[in-house]
Structures are given as structure tokens and as C-alpha cells.
């Protein structure tokens, strides 16, 4: 009798043995690659990816088996049967794919345990399966023990071999350990259960098939599964070669700006914080160069987007021309950029600054025009100005500012003496935003009577603000950082709409008086947004006055007197506010009729010691007389100089000896007597 143990000695091909062997390595490295993905993806990916998994399995097993069996030189006669043979192959592909499917089922060890037992037990059928197609004229008997402890180990190293895969555990050596427990899966089961085959042969003769064609035959058998077996590698190649460049892409995208090209925010605090890192280990500098343009605005307007695209793109171009070694620059969003050096000298940071000057003062040819931008650069330097990162950028960020206000030709670098205000001034602006947002402000109204009937003529409503820290701010403070924070618009659409809404709840007829910024008029949707208030709030048009200074006429004065005439044919009346101050025009007057013009308070106070005050206030009013416009003084306090007013014929006045701004101005009417008191100085000035 003869006992069938493939074992590489003379009853046995070795090189047909050795092929066996490579094909069942390389078989199941893939399969493991191709399992690895069917865990990762899902839905018709899932689907496919486990498809090649299984056919890759099934070549892989089958191959393995047939080559090795081809190896055995069984000194008999040697039959294949076809259809038991393709029998084999489908047992395999489907069984492997069932333990599969079931081992990403759930993604957890008991599938994996239960999926490779599975894969253990297709291994097994196609084993015995491709042993019934192996026809020998000899009679073959199954020693039972060897049988069962063959597909034991199969089932045992099979669920092994994916529960390893699927361990988070064994990290980058899961597909190593994969691929070792398959391959022990399958030898030991084909060994064991060879070993448990025994042969007796009825007649000695050769074999039909001479060893050489044995060989071509194993030979073939394995470039069949090798191909199928490359298949599947390199469709997991392609894939992994697809998402890297994906990943790639995406991480290009993520940290680096899409229209320059240059490094992102998020890129640039990465990488300040690397060379924080290293500088602190080194005893080294580093220098941040806040970056902002000073012209471009005008381009972007004038020449439209495009041309600021372009110019945002030569820029970028020319400074990453001028970055050296332990050098770069980042752009962080609109016409805002940053740079970075690590130095040993100051010298090193100043020709870095100059040099990034030098590119952008240059001129730019931009199709038919040139232009020059220009820009503002603050300087903070690790570890003088700030020891992390984002109070060195912080504090460039406010050298910049400074630059920017004062125009500096050269770069600032950070004094916390002088940018300590403006940083007090960036967060009052963002402590004002979020006022804003959660309606923190409210309307003071102060009184305005004529001097003549003692009557309420209307009210002018005052913005006020008290910080929850800081307390109470005077407009005069956050009015101008609302204008420079691009606030003024919401806050100019809340004091309107909320003083229009108190209005039309007020037991009286009377006016109520809204400030107008510049900002706002040269709002090309003002006219809009008034009507819309109006609607909404239903106070009559001829209740609401608007009160602007002239110089929100004079940047653009066309289009203001257009607008303001938009304003007025709705019935909404227009006072001239600080009328005597600044740039005031008999042109403007004679351009518009202006329902009131208000007069400062700054000629009201010198009233009683000054002959002058009170010759420019009689010129005032004889003005208004002769081109039949009311006249309305700002801030009376005593009663001397509304007794000045009263005797020069003034229509109107205004100021704490009538009343102080109240919060709401439902309170009566008062009346303007001569035993008056004078009322004392307001602590919040009544400014706008």
C-alpha cells in the first residue's frame, strides 16, 4: 500500500511542490488586501470587493490543491474528471464568499470567528471534492481521525486568519497575520487530509502522464489562478493608488488656498506651531509678518473681481519667488496675508520684510492697465512679543492695524504700549457684534420743544449701551468702531426699526428723530429698507425725521441728494444736523429742502459769554427764515441761553434743561418755565 503525503522527496515534483507553495502565498496576500477592502467600503463596493475576494480564494485553493496533487507521482494510472474538477472550483468561490460576506456582516470577533470558520469549511469541500475528481486504478481508503482533524484545522486557522484581519489590535501587521493563519489553513488541511489517504494499486504500470507533462499541466493550472490571483492584486492596487491620490487631492484642498496656491490658515498655525517648537529647542527666533493690501479694494470695485483675482494671484506668485530656507507665506482669505521666517539675527527678519515690501509695492500689469497696491505689514516676534502661537499672530495682527491707520510706509513692529487700544478695540467690536445679535442696546429719547408754544415737538432717539463688564459706552466711543467693523448697517436698522416700533406705540402724535451715518446713506437699499420699516412697524411716514450731518453728503453728494429726495417723497421729514461745524455749504441748503436744520450745540454753550456765539446763532436763524426752514438748538442747559434763543427767534430747542434722555417717552409734556432750574451735566453725552 502506498500513504499519500505530499512531502518534497522522490515521489514528489519538487519544483511542482514549490509552485504549489508560491501560488498559495501569493493567493492568499491578495485575498487578505481584497478582504481588507470589503471591510472598509459598503453597499455595491461591499458586493464587489467580496466577489473578487472569493474568486480570488477559490483560484487560490483550488490551484493550490491541483498543482500539489500534480506534484504526487502516484505510480498508477492518473485520471482527472472534468466536471467534479470545475465542481471543486465553484464549491470553493462560493463557499469562501459565503464565510466572507458573514465575517463583514456585523464587523465585529464573532463574525470574523464565524465568517473564517466558514472559509475553513469551504477549504475543506474543495479539498475532498477535488479528491473524488482524482481518479487512481488503485483502491483508496479515508483514515476518519486524519480526516476530522484536517478540516479542524482548517476551520480553527480559517476563522484565525480573519479575525486577525479585522483587529485593530495587530495594526499594520494584520495583513501579515492574515495571510500566515490562511496559508496554515490551507496546508494544513490538504498535508493532514492527504496524510489520511491511503492507496493500494491494483497493477503497477506508469502513469498515462509522463513527468513532463505533468509539469506543463501543473505549470498551467497555476498561471490560470495566477492571473485570476493578479486580477484581484491589482484591482486593490488600482484602488489604493485611486484613493491616494484622492486623499491627496483632498488634503492639497484642505491646507492650501484654492486660488493662489499658497498655504491656508489652518496649513500656516500647523506649521507655526512646528517651528515654535523648534525654535524653543533651538534658541531661535521667529518672525510673523501680518500681510494686508492697502489698494485692492479699489481694484476689486473698479476693475471688477476678476482683475482681483488676478492681482491676489501675481502677489502670491511674487513672494513665494522671494521665500528662502526656513522661509513662507500663507494667504488667510481675502486680501489678507501672513508670513513666517525663523531667524538668528534681526537683520534676517528685516531684508525678509523688505523683500516681501519690495514685491508688493511693485507695479502690476493687468491686461490694458497697470496698478499699484501696495500693502500695510506688522511684525511680532517669538519670544519677545508672545511665547504660542496664536498670540504671536494675535499680536501681528495688531501691528498691521497700526500700520494700516497710520499709513506706514515701513512695517510696524508689535508695542504693546500703543496696540494694547486697538486690541481693546477689536474686542469691544466683537463684544458689540454679539450686542447687537442678542438686542443688549437700547433707545434713549430726548425732548425736542418749540420755544414759542412750549409744545412737544418731537423726540430724538439715542443709542446706548451698557457693556455687562465695562459698563455704560459712550457712542462717541463705539459709533466710530461700528463704522470701522462694518456694523453700522445692522445697527442702523435696529436703532430704526426699534424706534419706529416705540413710536407707533406712543399715546402722543409725536416725531420721533433717527441719527443717519454716512455709511448708511450711501446704502443704495435705504430708501427700501425704510419703506419696509414703516410697513412693518405702521407708524405714518410724516412721525419719522432723519437727522445727517453734511459731510454724508459731500463723499458722493449726487447720489446723496438722490437718495435723501427717494426719502422724502415718502413723507419721512430731513433735519441738517451740526449745522455751523465742519463743512457746512449754502449750496447744500439751496440743493435740498431740508425740513429742519439742527444747531450745534457747540455755539448754544458760549451763549452767554460770547458776542460771537450769539451773532453766528442770529445768522443761523435769519438763514433759516429766509429760505423757510426751522431751526432747532442742541444742547440748552440753562436758562439764560434759552432766554438768548427765545429773543433771537429761534424755532425749536433741545438739552437736559428740558428733560434728559429717558428710556421711554411716555412721560408729560413738559412745560418750558421761566423759574426753571438748570438741570445738571448728563453723564452719558446725548450724542448719537
Known amino acids: 500500500m502506498i500513504d499519500v503525503a505530499l512531502c518534497i522527496g522522490r515521489d514528489h515534483d519538487p519544483w511542482l511542490v514549490l509552485l504549489a507553495v508560491f501560488v498559495c502565498c501569493t493567493g492568499a496576500f491578495a485575498?487578505?488586501?481584497?478582504f481588507g477592502r470589503a471591510q472598509v467600503t459598503s453597499?455595491?463596493?461591499?458586493?464587489?470587493?467580496?466577489?473578487?475576494?472569493?474568486?480570488?480564494?477559490?483560484?487560490?485553493?483550488?490551484?493550490?490543491?491541483?498543482?500539489?496533487?500534480?506534484?504526487?507521482?502516484?505510480?498508477?494510472?492518473?485520471?482527472?474528471?472534468?466536471?467534479?474538477?470545475?465542481?471543486?472550483?465553484?464549491?470553493?468561490?462560493?463557499?469562501?464568499?459565503?464565510?466572507?460576506?458573514v465575517a463583514v456582516l456585523h464587523r465585529n470577533l464573532l463574525s470574523s470567528i464565524l465568517g473564517g470558520g466558514l472559509v475553513g469549511l469551504a477549504i475543506s469541500?474543495?479539498?475532498?471534492?477535488?479528491?473524488?475528481?482524482?481518479?487512481?486504478?488503485?483502491?483508496?481508503?479515508?483514515?476518519?481521525?486524519?480526516?476530522?482533524a484536517s478540516v479542524l484545522c482548517s476551520v480553527v486557522f480559517g476563522g484565525a486568519a480573519l479575525a486577525a484581519i479585522g483587529s485593530r489590535a495587530l495594526g499594520r501587521y494584520r495583513i501579515a497575520a492574515g495571510t500566515g493563519l490562511l496559508v496554515t489553513a490551507i496546508a494544513t488541511l490538504h498535508f493532514v487530509a492527504m496524510t489520511a489517504l491511503r492507496i493500494t494499486p491494483l497493477r503497477l504500470s506508469a502513469s498515462p502522464l509522463e513527468p513532463e507533462q505533468m509539469q506543463a499541466l501543473g505549470l498551467a493550472?497555476?498561471?490560470?489562478?495566477?492571473?485570476?490571483?493578479?486580477?484581484?492584486?491589482?484591482?486593490?492596487?488600482?484602488?489604493?493608488?485611486?484613493?491616494?491620490?484622492?486623499?491627496?487631492?483632498?488634503?492639497?484642498?484642505?491646507?492650501?488656498?484654492?486660488?493662489?496656491?499658497?498655504?491656508?490658515?489652518?496649513?500656516?498655525?500647523?506649521?507655526?506651531?512646528?517651528?515654535?517648537?523648534?525654535?524653543?529647542?533651538?534658541?531661535?527666533?521667529?518672525?510673523?509678518?501680518?500681510?494686508?493690501?492697502?489698494?485692492?479694494?479699489?481694484?476689486?470695485?473698479?476693475?471688477?473681481?476678476?482683475?482681483?483675482?488676478?492681482?491676489?494671484?501675481?502677489?502670491?506668485?511674487?513672494?513665494?519667488?522671494?521665500?528662502?530656507?526656513?522661509?513662507?507665506?500663507?494667504?488667510?482669505?481675502?486680501?489678507?496675508?501672513v508670513a513666517l521666517i525663523c531667524f538668528d539675527h534681526r537683520v534676517q527678519l528685516s531684508n525678509f520684510t523688505d523683500r516681501l515690501k519690495g514685491v508688493l509695492e511693485a507695479p502690476l500689469a493687468l491686461g490694458t492697465f497697470e496698478a499699484r497696491v501696495g500693502a500695510s505689514l506688522g511684525v511680532a516676534v517669538y519670544p519677545a512679543d508672545a511665547r504660542d502661537a496664536e498670540t504671536l499672530m494675535n499680536n501681528a495682527d495688531l501691528a498691521m492695524y497700526r500700520a494700516k491707520s497710520r499709513r506706514a510706509v515701513l512695517p510696524c513692529f508689535y508695542d504693546a504700549p500703543l496696540d494694547e487700544a486697538i486690541r481693546d478695540r477689536r474686542e469691544l467690536a466683537n463684544d458689540l457684534r454679539f450686542a447687537i445679535e442678542q438686542g443688549q442696546l437700547e433707545l434713549h429719547y430726548q425732548v425736542q420743544t418749540s420755544v414759542t408754544t412750549h409744545e412737544v415737538t418731537g423726540y430724538e432717539a439715542l443709542l446706548r449701551w451698557t457693556h455687562p463688564v465695562r459698563g455704560a459706552i459712550p457712542p462717541s466711543l463705539f459709533i466710530p468702531i461700528a463704522e470701522e467693523n462694518g456694523l453700522i448697517l445692522p445697527l442702523g436698522e435696529w436703532v430704526l426699526r426699534r424706534a419706529c416700533t416705540d413710536a407707533a406705540g406712543w399715546v402722543h402724535e409725536s416725531k420721533v428723530a433717527v441719527n443717519v451715518s454716512p455709511m448708511q446713506l450711501a446704502h443704495v437699499d435705504l430708501p427700501r429698507l425704510f419703506h419696509q420699516v414703516l410697513l412693518d412697524t405702521g407708524l405714518p411716514p410724516r412721525r419719522l425725521e432723519i437727522e445727517l450731518t453734511e459731510s454724508a453728503i459731500i463723499?458722493?453728494?449726487?447720489?446723496?441728494?438722490?437718495?435723501?429726495?427717494?426719502?422724502?417723497?415718502?413723507?419721512?421729514?430731513?433735519?441738517?444736523?451740526?449745522?455751523?461745524?465742519?463743512?457746512?455749504?449754502?449750496?447744500?441748503?439751496?440743493?435740498?429742502?431740508?425740513?429742519k436744520i439742527k444747531l450745534d450745540r457747540l455755539f448754544v454753550?458760549?451763549?452767554?459769554?460770547?458776542?460771537?456765539?450769539?451773532?453766528?446763532?442770529?445768522?443761523?436763524?435769519?438763514?433759516?427764515?429766509?429760505l423757510s426752514i426751522p431751526v432747532l438748538a442742541e444742547g440748552i442747559e440753562t436758562e439764560r441761553q434759552l432766554g438768548v434763543l427765545r429773543r433771537e427767534g429761534c424755532d425749536e430747542v433741545q438739552g437736559f434743561l428740558l428733560g434728559y434722555p429717558q428710556a421711554r417717552a411716555e412721560y408729560d409734556q413738559p412745560a418750558l418755565t421761566g423759574d426753571a432750574d438748570p438741570a445738571p451735566a448728563n453723564p452719558v453725552s446725548d450724542a448719537a
Request: aromatic residues 8%; proline residues 2%; contains cysteine.
Open 43 to 101: 453597499g455595491a463596493h461591499r458586493v464587489a470587493w467580496l466577489f473578487l475576494t472569493a474568486v480570488g480564494a477559490g483560484a487560490t485553493i483550488w490551484c493550490t490543491h491541483f498543482v500539489a496533487m500534480l506534484a504526487y507521482r502516484a505510480g498508477v494510472p492518473v485520471r482527472l474528471d472534468p466536471v467534479l474538477t470545475i465542481v471543486s472550483l465553484i464549491a470553493a468561490i462560493a463557499g469562501t464568499g459565503i464565510g466572507f460576506a
Open 555 to 595: 463723499a458722493d453728494r449726487d447720489r446723496a441728494l438722490h437718495v435723501l429726495r427717494q426719502i422724502k417723497a415718502m413723507g419721512i421729514g430731513v433735519a441738517l444736523d451740526d449745522f455751523g461745524t465742519g463743512y457746512s455749504s449754502l449750496e447744500t441748503l439751496r440743493a435740498f429742502p431740508f425740513d
Open 605 to 626: 454753550s458760549e451763549l452767554e459769554d460770547s458776542p460771537q456765539a450769539v451773532a453766528i446763532v442770529r445768522a443761523v436763524l435769519a438763514l433759516g427764515k429766509s
Open 31 to 34: 485575498i487578505m488586501q481584497m
Open 221 to 337: 493550472t497555476a498561471m490560470v489562478g495566477l492571473v485570476v490571483i493578479a486580477a484581484g492584486v491589482f484591482a486593490a492596487l488600482i484602488d489604493r493608488w485611486t484613493r491616494s491620490d484622492a486623499m491627496e487631492r483632498l488634503h492639497h484642498m484642505a491646507m492650501n488656498d484654492s486660488l493662489t496656491g499658497l498655504p491656508n490658515r489652518i496649513s500656516f498655525q500647523q506649521e507655526l506651531k512646528h517651528q515654535i517648537e523648534v525654535a524653543r529647542a533651538a534658541g531661535t527666533q521667529l518672525g510673523v509678518v501680518a500681510i494686508d493690501l492697502n489698494r485692492f479694494k479699489e481694484i476689486n470695485d473698479v476693475h471688477g473681481h476678476k482683475a482681483g483675482d488676478q492681482v491676489l494671484t501675481l502677489l502670491a506668485q511674487r513672494m513665494a519667488g522671494q521665500l528662502g530656507r526656513n522661509e513662507m507665506v500663507a494667504r488667510f482669505g481675502g486680501d489678507e496675508f
Open 125 to 148: 469541500g474543495m479539498h475532498f471534492t477535488g479528491m473524488a475528481a482524482y481518479r487512481v486504478d488503485g483502491l483508496v481508503e479515508w483514515r476518519l481521525p486524519y480526516v476530522a
